[in-house]
């Protein structure tokens, strides 16, 4: 593959490892398999036929979907045994310096139905605490993680809930992995709720819940994700009720991740729920545009690609729902920049993130904007589309300029005619205006009060969802 072939193939990876997990990818896409692009197509090259054949029967949706995403386009996916491939899986099988390590880490990754994990499986890498990109919506949440890895057990048990994408997973290994690092002799344990479920089930279909106790009773700290996971278990649920109530009295320390708050958990029951709020929750919402801006500007850093300022500011104020929706962004920025052979500038990733900003919204009109913004700002009817100048019309015209460009396909000479009369220039100038207020968290008069520019959008782009 030539160097353009092999970051192409670089960005599918981090695409894939987001639709299906890192420990699933780690799993079953790290050193057991290889991907090769070519004349337009993915190959996926496999150890043996057992890899094929669940590949092809489980993941291919997924690998279709990463290669749309990346690329642009519907690449043609193929799957072929790669005899050598094989020899590298029994060298990663054999035993290494990172045993003990190994053994310390998860227990495995576990599907419904799993599969034998298969030999080589790397070690999962934990996210880092001083990675975590630290914002209004997620502040308490990254405090009460770091109070926790001191090993102060009044916290416990720590729920943190939000929907995906926001941080709650990162937030929990890096916990597991400060506390490792920080408290010497620290038992830590990370699991999936599904993994918890698994391991409880087979110790007691195998007449091993004593072993299976004293493991995870004797932890320092237990970190369990996905807690909704749990709904409607009824066996796994009593004896998490146990397993708290045991950490309770040793004092030592728990910590989950959920979708929901506990008062919108009650399919878990009275007793968990009670038992959750009886520890510090913590919410953490989708990132305001400083926290999305500060996580493209890591990414961009960490994936090593030169992404000006102005591109930086526009995924950021575009990409508005959670981290995986930006890395995608920055994915397909790359891979168009390396098929057209041109550098990542506004113009770009303009070109490039328009078909996805549009997938990503409903059929939207010049004239559903205007009506919203008017809505949203107390303006009467076509005020947008006068010939008044004063800011009280301006900014509101501004802004359904900037959300005309995101939610549409609209021409900037379209755009500028509708809005009364004006230049394709001006639209563009709309643009970067508004950009420059998101980054400056500028205030803008609404129809009852103030409230910054990054709020209005959301308004109106609420206004939007309901018409």
Not at 431 to 446: H, Y
Request: proline letters at 5%; aromatic letters at 6%; hydrophobic letters at 45%.
């Amino acid at each position: 593959m030539t160097k353009d072939d092999m970051e192409i193939v670089s960005a599918l990876q981090i695409a894939l490892a987001d639709k299906v997990g890192q420990e699933r990818f780690e799993l079953w896409f790290g050193a057991n398999t290889r991907l090769e692009v070519s004349d337009g197509a993915l190959t996926v090259r496999v150890p043996n036929q057992f890899f094929q054949d669940w590949l092809r029967k489980n993941y291919r949706q997924q690998i279709e979907a990463a290669c749309q995403e990346t690329l642009g386009w519907p690449a043609p996916v193929n799957f072929r045994v790669d005899p050598s491939l094989a020899e590298a899986v029994a060298a990663a099988a054999s035993p290494g310096p990172q045993a003990s390590q190994v053994k310390d880490s998860l227990a495995g990754v576990s599907a419904a139905p799993a599969p034998p994990a298969p030999a080589g499986a790397a070690r999962r890498r934990f996210a880092a605490l001083d990675s975590f990109v630290v914002g209004s919506t997620n502040r308490l949440a990254r405090v009460a993680v770091q109070t926790m890895v001191s090993g102060h057990g009044a916290t416990s048990p720590l729920l943190l809930y939000g929907p995906t994408g926001v941080g709650k997973t990162h937030l929990l290994e890096a916990l597991w992995t400060e506390a490792r690092k920080t408290r010497a002799g620290c038992q830590a344990v990370y699991l999936s709720a599904e993994q918890f479920t698994t391991q409880f089930l087979g110790a007691l279909h195998g007449s091993g819940l004593p072993s299976f106790r004293s493991k995870h009773r004797g932890l320092d700290l237990l970190l369990i994700d996905d807690l909704q996971f749990l709904a409607g278990k009824r066996a796994t649920l009593v004896e998490l009720l146990h397993t708290i109530d045991a950490f309770a009295r040793a004092g030592r320390q728990l910590a989950f991740a959920a979708d929901r708050p506990p008062a919108e958990l009650g399919e878990l029951g009275p007793e968990l729920v009670t038992r959750l709020q009886g520890g510090l929750v913590c919410g953490i919402q989708p990132p305001e545009y400083e926290t999305r801006l500060g996580i493209v500007g890591r990414m961009a850093a960490r994936f090593e690609l030169a992404v000006p300022g102005d591109v930086q500011a526009y995924v950021a104020a575009h990409f508005t729902s959670h981290a995986r929706e930006l890395a995608g962004a920055l994915n397909r920025l790359h891979a168009t920049s390396l098929a057209l052979e041109r550098p990542i500038t506004l113009e770009l990733a303009e070109e490039a993130l328009a078909e996805v900003l549009q997938q990503n919204s409903r059929s939207v009109r010049l004239a559903d904007i205007e009506q919203a913004v008017c809505q949203v700002f107390g303006l009467e009817p076509q005020s947008l589309q006068s010939r008044r100048k004063g800011k009280q019309v301006s900014h509101p015209r501004m802004l359904a300029m900037w959300l005309a460009r995101k939610h549409t396909r609209a021409a900037l000479s379209e755009i500028g005619c509708y809005f009364g009369g004006r230049s394709h220039t001006t639209v563009i100038s709309a643009q970067k205006k508004i950009n420059a207020w998101m980054a400056g968290r500028a205030s803008l008069d609404v129809s009852h009060g103030q409230c910054d520019v990054e709020e209005a959008v959301r308004r109106i782009e609420q206004t939007l969802q309901a018409g």
